[in-house]
Nanobody, 117 residues
Framework: QVQLVESGGGLVQAGGSLRLSCAAS????????MGWYRQAPGKQRELVAG???????NYADSVRGRFTISRDNAKNTVYLQMNSLKAEDTAVYYC???????????WGQGTQVTVSS
């Protein structure tokens, strides 16, 4: 059974930084695409960043240059370093894992990020 456990959310002032972590278990982590979505109140869930098993990353235009996604296959963990945070980054952030070669997604429980302006 795949489990994803997120941590690192919280309250930060605009311009500040946070690092989110997502620890995976029950899966061959190194073979999975990983990433982060977010959902703000009243808005649809949107992709923030993704990282393939080989390490290539993609970002939403709204966060490119400010956020960095990375993975540590030895620790079965994916990270999202968020810098220069803005009020509009406030959302619940969800980690996902996609089994390689499939469209099967697993989700974490979400972690709240609140940026005060």
């Amino acid at each position: 059974q795949v489990q994803l456990v997120e941590s690192g959310g919280g309250l930060v002032q605009a311009g500040g930084s946070l690092r989110l972590s997502c620890a995976a278990s029950g899966t061959i982590f190194s073979l999975n695409a990983m990433g982060w979505y977010r959902q703000a109140p009243g808005k649809q869930r949107e992709l923030v960043a993704g990282i393939a098993s080989g390490g290539s990353a993609n970002y939403a235009d709204s966060v490119r240059g400010r956020f960095t996604i990375s993975r540590d296959n030895a620790k079965n963990t994916v990270y999202l370093q968020m810098n220069s945070l803005k009020a509009e980054d406030t959302a619940v952030y969800y980690c996902y894992s996609r089994t390689s070669g499939t469209h099967v997604y697993y989700w974490g429980q979400g972690t709240q990020v609140t940026v005060s302006s």
